[in-house]
Structure formats: structure tokens, C-alpha cells
């Protein structure tokens, strides 16, 4: 069994930047994707990024050029904020990228205008 814990998260400006972190806890296979979710209210969870196995990104064409995911340390690095990109930013990971098996209990990041 393996357990996510976000951190980082909180308010900040259009244009800010915040990095989140994700804690893994219990033992993890080598061939799980790590990623990032978001909910914003009243809307679906959305992909925002991944890093596989061989450590190949992908990015949501909405954060390209502004998010940054690093498999040191598991962060992501979100710079050029906008009110948009507020939701709930979940951890996740499994052997699917796009539908990953555990996910952690999410962190808020509030961008205001």
C-alpha cells in the first residue's frame, strides 16, 4: 500500500509562484508514474503533469512553459500563476498516468487576480 501527502500549497497572486511537494509513504513499484491533479470547484479533475518510469514528462497545455515537475524531490514548481490554475492539487501515482491508482488528499492553491 502506498500513501501521498501533499504540501506547499496556499495563496498567492496572479504571476506568484508556489512549489508543491508530495511525501510517498510505503513501498512503491520502479515502474509507477508519478503525477500531479487538480479540481477546480464545480469542475472534473484535470491531469496537469506526469513523469513515467524512464522519466518522460508530460504537461497539460494549460501549464506548459510556467509548471515544472522534478522526480528529485518530487515538486512542482509553478511559476507565472493565474487565478485559473486554482483547485485542489493532488499527488498521485500507479502503472497509468492518466488514471492512477492512489492518490493523496490534495493541497489548495488559491491564485487571485
Known amino acids: 500500500q502506498v500513501r501521498l501527502e501533499e504540501s506547499g500549497g496556499g495563496s498567492v497572486q496572479a504571476g506568484g509562484s508556489l512549489r508543491l511537494s508530495c511525501g510517498i509513504f510505503?513501498?512503491?513499484?520502479?515502474?509507477?508514474?508519478m503525477g500531479w491533479f487538480r479540481q477546480a470547484p464545480g469542475k472534473e479533475r484535470e491531469f496537469v503533469s506526469s513523469i513515467d518510469s524512464v522519466d518522460n514528462t508530460q504537461y497539460a497545455d494549460s501549464v506548459k512553459g510556467r509548471f515544472t515537475f522534478s522526480r528529485n524531490g518530487l515538486y512542482l514548481q509553478m511559476n507565472s500563476l493565474k487565478p485559473e490554475d486554482t483547485g485542489m492539487y493532488y499527488c498521485?501515482?500507479?502503472?497509468?498516468?492518466?488514471?492512477?491508482?492512489?492518490w493523496g488528499q490534495g493541497t489548495q492553491v488559491t491564485v487571485s487576480s
Open positions: 510505503g513501498v512503491m513499484s520502479s515502474g509507477y508514474c
Open positions: 498521485t501515482t500507479g502503472y497509468d498516468c492518466r488514471s492512477p491508482r492512489f
